[in-house]
């Protein structure tokens, strides 16, 4: 079966720490493609990254990064020096060949990030 | 460029009445989804649209629910005899066509309809 699992319902930090959401997923298939989201209050789900399963390079967008491991079925995303506009749900996506197209989600893990 | 729009942003209806929620994807986005967010299920994939066909409606609850795509545009996702289970955020999401190299393209979502069912 095909699965996403966000482990962290709520995590809770003062601005400047970092953080890691953690994201574990399921999939019989050795073709698929992992994304993060992060919704906003004000609801819209924001594409972050996509990563497709043939590529594990880590990468790095400004304070964002993301660690990628084919081994443990992580796809891990780290917020270094967090800021009060990170504060957000974030939801960790898996796509794979046979899904007809659709988006399986995580749980979500919900980010304060307080001043 | 402009991103997907749905509308109404809310809607508060009563439990029988039937509804209807629009999706206006990105211009020139072939495929159309729309998902479903509420607080017991989380996100779930509801229907799937390549131009106006939809070779997935796996994810639609019951038969009350219906959707339609014209002219491979706007899409609308019909409600009928609202039930309160049915409050929940409607999410739409639309994507482009394949590009070379790339099995999947990023699915780039509205700010959702809130549907409140009295």
């Known amino acids: 079966a095909q699965k996403v699992t966000q482990a962290q319902t709520e995590i809770s930090v003062v601005e400047k720490e970092d953080v890691t959401l953690d994201c574990v997923y399921e999939?019989?298939?050795?073709?698929?493609?992992l994304f993060w989201y992060k919704q906003p209050p004000s609801g819209e789900l924001v594409f972050l990254i996509r990563?497709?399963?043939?590529?594990?390079q880590n990468e790095i967008s400004g304070r964002y990064s993301w660690n990628f491991q084919k081994s443990t079925s992580s796809f891990n995303f780290t917020i270094t020096a967090s800021q009060v506009v990170d504060s957000a749900v974030y939801f960790c996506?898996?796509?794979?060949?046979?899904?007809?197209?659709?988006?399986?989600f995580g749980s979500g893990t919900r980010l304060l990030v307080r001043p | 460029g402009a991103g997907v729009s749905q509308s109404p942003s809310n809607k508060v209806t009563e439990k029988g009445k039937d509804v209807e929620l629009r999706c206006d994807p990105i211009?020139?986005?072939?495929?159309l989804y729309w998902y479903r967010q509420s607080l017991g299920q989380g996100l779930e994939f509801l229907i799937y649209?390549?131009?106006?066909?939809?070779?997935?409606k796996s994810g639609l609850p019951s038969d009350r629910f219906s959707a339609e795509r014209t002219g491979g545009s706007v899409s609308t996702l019909t409600i009928q005899r609202t039930q309160q289970e049915d409050s929940a955020v409607y999410l739409c999401?639309?994507?482009?066509?394949?590009?070379?190299?790339?099995?999947?393209?990023?699915?780039?979502f509205g700010p959702g309809t809130r549907l409140l069912v009295l």
């Open positions: 996506a898996l796509i794979w060949m046979d899904s007809s197209y659709k988006l399986i």
């Open positions: 999939t019989r298939d050795t073709t698929y493609y």
């Open positions: 990563r497709n399963s043939f590529d594990e």
């Open positions: 211009s020139g986005h072939t495929a």
């Open positions: 649209f390549q131009g106006n066909s939809a070779p997935d």
């Open positions: 999401a639309s994507n482009p066509d394949r590009t070379s190299g790339s099995l999947f393209e990023t699915q780039y």
